[in-house]
């Protein structure tokens, strides 16, 4: 089965710093682009972050470039989203995701929120 977890979410104070992880099985990791999603309570889900296969390109929302940096370990199917300087506003539950053909595959989501 395709399955994919994030983790690393967390209470953080304005200003700190977290990273997340999403670990890939049941998947060929290395040819896929991945993304960062989130979604806050009544707001639309929002891309935030896209990983080209190859590490060498990616893509951010205005709204956290500069501040955000996503990465992958295709060795270890794990895809990074290091978030800094939080804001409050990035409070939101946060997905990873790639596409293949007709599917949408998701991870189950890890909670950030940004105290303050």
């Known amino acids: 089965q395709v399955q994919l977890v994030e983790s690393g979410g967390d209470l953080v104070q304005p200003g700190g710093s977290l990273r997340l992880s999403c670990a890939a099985s049941g998947i060929t990791f290395n040819i896929y682009t991945m993304d960062w999603y989130r979604q806050a309570p009544g707001k639309q889900r929002e891309l935030v972050a896209t990983i080209f296969n190859s590490g060498g390109r990616t893509n951010y929302a205005d709204s956290v470039k500069g501040r955000f940096t996503i990465s992958r370990d295709n060795a270890e199917n794990t895809v990074y989203l290091q978030m800094n300087s939080l804001k409050p506003e990035d409070t939101a539950v946060y997905y990873c995701?790639?596409?293949?053909?007709?599917?949408?595959?998701w991870g189950q989501g890890t909670q950030v929120t940004v105290s303050g």
């Open positions: 995701h790639f596409v293949l053909g007709v599917g949408d595959y």
